[in-house]
Every structure is written in C-alpha cells, then in structure tokens.
C-alpha cells in the first residue's frame, strides 16, 4: 500500500495517496512492522503538506 501511495504523490493525487498510507499503518499495526509504518507516516504528513500547499496556492492565485 505505501508503494501505491508513492505512486498516488508522484501522479499528484495527494488525498488517494493518503488513503493509501493510511491503509498501510493499519496494516502495519497488525502485521508489527514498525519500518514500514514509520514510513507510511512520513508519506501521510507529505500527502497532507502536499494538500495544504496546493488549497493555499489555490485561494491565493484566485484572488488576482
């Protein structure tokens, strides 16, 4: 799941790629892979960074 959310972010689709490694956290809990949770986290604060850049850029650029 986090390989598809890598792809998700470099497609530039930041909530699918979200959703994506959140489902690899929770399948990482159970499975007990710290490793790979600890980078499905990483990959979630990057897709809603990601989100929040684009949404602000978005306000901004409409107001010219």
Excluded at 28 to 57: H, P, Q
Aim: aromatic fraction near 14%; include cysteine.
């Amino acid at each position: 799941q986090k390989l598809f959310g890598d792809w998700s972010m470099l497609a530039g689709s930041p909530r699918d790629a979200y959703e994506h490694y959140n489902t690899c956290v929770e399948l990482s809990r159970y499975c007990g892979d710290t490793i790979w949770g600890a980078a499905a986290v990483e990959g979630m604060a990057e897709a809603k960074v990601f989100t929040l850049i684009c949404c602000y850029n978005m306000i901004h650029e409409s107001r010219f």
